[in-house]
């Protein structure tokens, strides 16, 4: 590289889509019926001297920790970045596999499942056919920075009722009086870098947002929802891969604009995300790279104490028969599998995970663990407003929601709830700050 400016990056793409009738979503023993599009998990590889990083995109429903130490062990052997430098995300889409290894261990006891081995092991391959194709797709490269707005996909779930109650716009069959509310707090920012050759050739695109990925939301269906859709429209227009990076979605959905079917919506809501990023290509700035810094913060989060009460396997016994009976669904027994999990795994009342941040020059990527929500984006925005920041979440969603101290004390609300909160008020903003204290001495 003769350039100060220039990093050398790579970008790699495999097919990770399911054969119809395998074990997929977030459902017990439920069978994909439909294959509405592909699936895909993307690789894009960044290095400078002898510093390099991965970022790793897959078409899933969530992420948790043995699985994203399953991806970097494949993408690692396949690429030779080292394995803490290898940043993970999920799309978050609700009509792709997940994949929970511990919880889905504990089913297979009972005969139950959450997805099939057959499909994970093929999972790991095509995570290192992507990595692979990355590596040896190396070119000198400078990168653009722009900021596109978005319009109309995005909203706060979380709707305050003239009651005074909390109403939640999920991401389909909302109700009328809650399509129709205020859109909320919501990030319409689409943050992207443009990866260019040193001919001017655009080679890639990194583009992040934060909106659940439920505007097709079916659980016999697979779907990469709005993200690939708005990937499929951009690598038309420009002839080079697009990677999309789930953001702090938490607590922001699709539920006031996914108002006719699944599959129109999805392709609508995918068209206005690319088309803000086709438009704001236009307006991209040469970002100056002349460092690369990776740090990886190791954190542990406080677990409610509440997720213990169903710890002994007797009372989970007791939850198995009730599924089997049809006296719960589903959603309560994954659940209650996963806290058991947790409560198993972690007898202390913490949980061991990460915050990973890559600098390269005024670009700035912070990769979170759980369902953050959207308010812990905008904060870190304000804060390094002279950055360009993009901003992820759902790398290890084993917490699940983490809510701001706010939602904490308003009345009602899903997303505050034991069945898919872990952790109580207050980790979402300690997170954040660990965050901050992590990218402090990162850019001084």
């Not at 399509?179 to 001919?199: H, M, Q, T, Y």
């Not at 700035?364 to 905008?378: H, K, S």
């Not at 925005?381 to 084993?398: F, G, P, R």
């Amino acid at each position: 590289m003769n350039s100060e400016n220039t990093v050398l990056a790579g970008f790699g793409t495999a097919d990770t889509t399911p054969k119809q009738g395998t074990l997929t979503t977030c459902r017990i023993n439920n069978f994909a019926d439909i294959i509405h599009s592909p699936l895909n998990v993307r690789v894009c590889i960044i290095r400078r001297y002898d510093i390099g990083f991965a970022v790793v995109s897959a078409d899933v429903l969530s992420l948790f920790k043995k699985t994203v130490s399953d991806i970097r062990a494949a993408v690692s052997d396949a690429s030779g970045i080292s394995k803490e430098n290898i940043f993970v995300n999920a799309s978050h889409s609700h009509s792709t596999p997940y994949l929970h290894n511990d919880a889905n261990s504990m089913l297979n006891r009972y005969s139950l499942s959450l997805f099939d081995d057959g499909y994970y092991s093929y999972f790991l391959e095509r995570c290192a056919a992507a990595a692979k194709a990355a590596a040896e797709n190396l070119n000198p490269v400078r990168l653009k920075t722009s900021t596109g707005f978005v319009k109309h996909v995005a909203s706060n779930r979380r709707v305050l009722r003239e009651d005074g109650s909390i109403g939640i716009r999920f991401g389909r069959r909302v109700p009328e009086a809650l399509v129709n509310a205020p859109e909320g707090l919501v990030d319409p920012r689409v943050e992207c870098v443009w990866f260019e050759k040193i001919s001017g050739e655009l080679c890639g695109v990194i583009f992040n947002y934060a909106c659940h990925a439920t505007s097709h939301s079916s659980a016999k269906e697979i779907c990469w929802d709005y993200p690939g859709f708005a990937r499929e429209t951009l690598e038309m227009r420009f002839n080079a891969p697009a990677v999309f990076l789930q953001g702090c979605a938490g607590n922001i959905s699709p539920g006031k604009y996914a108002v006719t079917t699944p599959l129109n919506d999805a392709t609508v809501l995918g068209s206005r995300v690319a088309d803000a990023v086709i438009k704001s290509y236009d307006t991209a700035k040469p970002a100056d790279i002349k460092k690369i810094k990776v740090s990886i913060s190791d954190v542990k989060i406080p677990i409610k104490p509440s997720l213990y009460e169903s710890k002994d396997k007797e009372s989970y016994d007791g939850y198995i028969s009730d599924y089997k009976s049809g006296a719960i669904g589903s959603s309560k027994l994954i659940s209650v599998t996963e806290k058991l999990v947790l409560a198993e795994n972690y007898g202390d009342g913490t949980y061991d995970t990460e915050i990973c941040v890559a600098r390269m020059g005024n670009i700035l990527m912070v990769f979170f663990p759980g369902e953050m929500f959207v308010e812990a984006a905008l904060y870190l925005k304000e804060k390094y407003k002279d950055c360009h920041m993009l901003i992820m979440a759902y790398q290890d969603a084993a917490m699940q929601y983490l809510p701001n101290i706010e939602a904490f004390s308003e009345n009602g609300g899903f997303e505050t709830g034991d069945d898919w909160c872990f952790s109580p008020s207050g980790t979402m903003e300690y997170l954040r700050d660990k965050a901050a204290e992590t990218i402090d001495p990162m850019i001084t």
